[in-house]
């Protein structure tokens, strides 16, 4: 396991993620991790990722649409069972005593480390994720489903 720490470089698989890209967003569901980048990070954005973030799950005919928002940003992040299969993902499973964890890690245009926080989401939104994640499994997709 990596140590990850704040205002450092992050590690290469994160890099990796956001290869040429100034912003940008993915999500790892089995892994329960959301990593953003966000190239003109300011503290404000900083500030309010530490703060209250509210989390959307839309379903489309062959991705997941999951909305990260915070007072100062918006992500829309898609999941794609195209890759999601070729990763080797299944489907999460969802229990009402237990809240489902995400871990957010924020990178700046540096590739520096520069927020990382746990938020819990709700049974209702854990669940639409399961579902969503379940329904899109179980069918036939190309990646032709999910070039955008």
């Given at each position: 396991?990596?140590?990850?720490s704040l205002?450092?470089?992050?590690?290469?698989?994160?890099?990796?993620?956001?290869?040429?890209?100034?912003?940008g967003g993915a999500i790892r569901i089995n892994d329960q991790i959301i990593l953003l980048k966000i190239g003109d990070i300011t503290k404000k954005d900083i500030l309010a990722l530490a703060g209250e973030v509210t989390f959307r799950v839309y379903r489309?005919?062959?991705?997941?649409?999951?909305?990260?928002v915070t007072k100062t940003i918006s992500f829309d992040l898609?999941?794609?069972?195209y890759i999601a299969k070729a990763n080797g993902e299944t489907v999460i499973q969802v229990d009402r005593d237990e809240h489902m964890v995400f871990n957010?890690?924020?990178i700046d245009r540096k590739n520096r480390v520069r927020a990382i926080r746990t938020s819990s989401i709700n049974f209702e939104t854990a669940t639409a994720l399961a579902r969503g994640m379940q329904e899109?499994?179980?069918?036939?997709?190309?990646r032709e489903d999910v070039d955008i």
């Amino acid at each position: 396991m990596e140590i990850i720490s704040l205002n450092k470089k992050a590690p290469d698989w994160i890099i990796s993620t956001f290869s040429g890209q100034e912003t940008g967003g993915a999500i790892r569901i089995n892994d329960q991790i959301i990593l953003l980048k966000i190239g003109d990070i300011t503290k404000k954005d900083i500030l309010a990722l530490a703060g209250e973030v509210t989390f959307r799950v839309y379903r489309g005919s062959s991705v997941l649409l999951v909305n990260l928002v915070t007072k100062t940003i918006s992500f829309d992040l898609l999941w794609s069972p195209y890759i999601a299969k070729a990763n080797g993902e299944t489907v999460i499973q969802v229990d009402r005593d237990e809240h489902m964890v995400f871990n957010i890690i924020t990178i700046d245009r540096k590739n520096r480390v520069r927020a990382i926080r746990t938020s819990s989401i709700n049974f209702e939104t854990a669940t639409a994720l399961a579902r969503g994640m379940q329904e899109l499994l179980e069918k036939p997709v190309t990646r032709e489903d999910v070039d955008i």
